[in-house]
């Protein structure tokens, strides 16, 4: 749970980030369940499934899903965009908490009060100065928290669940043995001084060998044409309310302009030097040299103080800065009005019976609202400008409309100079195109595939050759730089203390950390080629030290070991514990004796 929470640590003194993070998340409070204000009917929520034969809320399931989300949320230290893959996978990774948890609690399991505070009051996000900070805590509940619909007392409910689930875990992990050898090999792998040199074999080395014929595009096409389906694209009209055209509307009075300067004067800060020709470190840098316990003893008793600084901070007066205020000010309202309008919008739209496609264009026009009529779009185009600067929202509230005419358009969609509102016009299900009208993909795809078939097969006639020079005893540098490769001899380097940046140190760790001195790797895959490395000297850790680091090595290796049996378990329990009612769901149809149970329900 700390290491979790601890990737937050730096990013709670950005504003910007959190502005970020709780754009997404006011984004995703639409798959959580946020209301809405605009009128329309709301669909009925049902039971998603059941646990042990009983129903579970939708509430609870939400609960679940939301907390699954904070968790990866602090894990990763991002908020994450809300895919159809992405919904599943959070819907699969509710599931298997509720039911993880339901397990915890069959055998006994659980978190005490004392163990969930002190998980957080360890936690480095909280602390300051080596202590809990409640200032911190609260900072985060407000930040962060509070835009997911979530308390406090939500996050420590949150955290005793992370607590559960971890002892339910350790419990499959203790049952793992780890051998000596097993000890030793990991060891070695991150202990042994390793001495190599490297090359990347990159794609324009073959591709000037790679051509397409029609009849190999066409080949490829038919091979599976199912790799060129198009995804569903929507055909939008958009109205726009742009805060540029109410502006005028707008009047700021004297109140509101002392108002925003008494809770703004941060914004109007002027740092005033008060020490005349002599700066603020030219004086710093004297201080310091006289006061430098090396040089001068008596020296020690001494601490610089701010005191001693030759600056003061005035803020600008009101009347210098009133013009910028209201300019602000009535950007502001504007676009308030602007939201506020599309508000009326929408609502009014609401009331209209009959074709809301139709009505859509008909109450723009008696409201001067402009249209814009986009080009079919789908979730993986580009959007253009000015939605471009939307991004994910644009497309979050495209990608719930239907044909459903109290759901063909959008709620407003805020935007930084507008705000914008969606209507469904034509929806285009995904298909498979001809090969004609994929000619170009089929012919880059395909010459795509060659270049890397193309590549594996110089990277293993390399790998040959390379190993023959290292049998009599030489480097492979020359080999390399005869295809024209350029070859890299970082520092010698262990696993643990590798300190050298390279580009490709993870998949080159992987690669020669399985071999000996003298030997090279197997070619080794990267996103823009194949590395071959050769291992030059490869010098053994002093086994001594072995002893240090072995506990830890024993419960790394039976985390990882375990990782995968825990995953399984999970999968057993929701066989055994979980039916979904939800339609058109991929999880795993249930066996055991909630299947026994199904059946003699039918059989009766």
């Excluded at 060891?187 to 990159?202: Q, R, V």
């Excluded at 249209?371 to 509230?397: K, M, N, V, Y």
């Excluded at 001809?434 to 594996?456: C, G, I, P, T, W």
């Excluded at 490769?485 to 262990?494: D, L, N, R």
Aim: proline share 5%; net charge negative.
């Amino acid at each position: 749970m700390t290491m979790m929470i601890a990737k937050f640590h730096k990013l709670i003194q950005s504003k910007v980030m959190w502005l970020g993070i709780l754009i997404v998340v006011a984004v995703s409070m639409v798959f959580f369940g946020a209301a809405t204000n605009s009128g329309r009917p709301v669909r009925e929520a049902t039971s998603p499934g059941t646990l042990n034969g009983k129903p579970v809320s939708p509430e609870v399931f939400q609960r679940a899903r939301l907390n699954t989300y904070v968790g990866i949320t602090l894990m990763i230290g991002r908020a994450i965009n809300l895919t159809d893959e992405i919904n599943q996978q959070l819907d699969r990774a509710a599931w298997n908490r509720l039911v993880t948890l339901d397990q915890a609690h069959a055998m006994g399991i659980s978190a005490t009060d004392e163990e969930v505070s002190n998980a957080i009051r360890m936690t480095d996000l909280f602390q300051s100065e080596g202590r809990f900070d409640k200032r911190n805590y609260d900072a985060f509940a407000q930040q962060f928290l509070r835009g997911l619909g979530m308390t406090q007392r939500d996050f420590e409910e949150h955290v005793r669940e992370e607590i559960t689930v971890q002892k339910l875990r350790s419990i499959i992990d203790r049952s793992f043995l780890v051998s000596p050898l097993e000890v030793q090999r990991t060891f070695h792998s991150l202990s042994d001084e390793l001495t190599i040199e490297y090359g990347l074999l990159t794609p324009d080395l073959v591709q000037h060998a790679v051509e397409i014929s029609e009849e190999e595009a066409r080949a490829f096409y038919n091979e599976d044409p199912e790799r060129f389906r198009q995804p569903e694209k929507l055909t939008l009209r958009v109205a726009t309310l742009d805060a540029a055209l109410v502006a005028d509307q707008v009047e700021v009075t004297d109140d509101e302009i002392q108002e925003y300067y008494d809770f703004n004067l941060d914004q109007f800060e002027v740092v005033v030097d008060t020490a005349g020709e002599t700066n603020d470190t030219e004086k710093v840098e004297e201080f310091t040299e006289v006061a430098d316990p090396e040089t001068n003893p008596a020296a020690e008793t001494f601490s610089f103080d701010d005191d001693l600084t030759s600056s003061v901070t005035e803020y600008k007066p009101l009347e210098e800065v009133r013009g910028d205020i209201v300019e602000i000010l009535k950007q502001k309202q504007a676009a308030a009005l602007a939201e506020q309008r599309a508000e009326d919008f929408v609502n009014e739209l609401g009331r209209i019976k009959g074709n809301k496609q139709e009505a859509f264009i008909a109450l723009a026009e008696k409201q001067a609202i402009p249209l814009t009529d986009l080009a079919p779009i789908s979730r993986d185009d580009e959007l253009p400008e000015p939605f471009d600067a939307l991004g994910t929202q644009f497309l979050q509230a495209a990608l719930t409309l239907t044909d459903d005419g109290d759901y063909s358009y959008s709620d407003p969609v805020p935007g930084s100079n507008a705000v914008y509102v969606l209507s469904l016009v034509d929806r285009v299900p995904e298909r498979v195109p001809d090969f004609e009208e994929v000619r170009d993909q089929v012919v880059a795809m395909a010459s795509e595939v060659k270049v890397v078939e193309k590549l594996n097969e110089l990277a293993d006639a390399v790998k040959v050759e390379a190993e023959k020079l290292v049998a009599e005893g030489d480097p492979i540098d020359s080999l390399l730089t005869s295809y024209g490769v350029p070859v890299e001899k970082p520092a010698p380097f262990t696993a643990a203390t590798a300190e050298f940046e390279q580009p490709y140190a993870e998949f080159l760790l992987r690669g020669v950390l399985v071999c000996n001195s003298g030997e090279v790797t197997d070619p080794i895959p990267v996103e823009d080629g194949i590395l071959i490395a050769h291992v030059l000297d490869r010098t053994p850790a002093d086994t001594l030290s072995m002893m240090e680091v072995r506990p830890q090595i024993i419960n790394q290796m039976r985390r990882q070991n375990s990782g995968q049996v825990f995953e399984t378990y999970q999968d057993y329990l929701m066989k055994e514990k979980v039916t979904l009612t939800s339609p058109g769901s991929t999880e795993p149809e249930p066996t055991g004796e909630a299947a026994q149970d199904e059946e003699t329900g039918d059989n009766a």
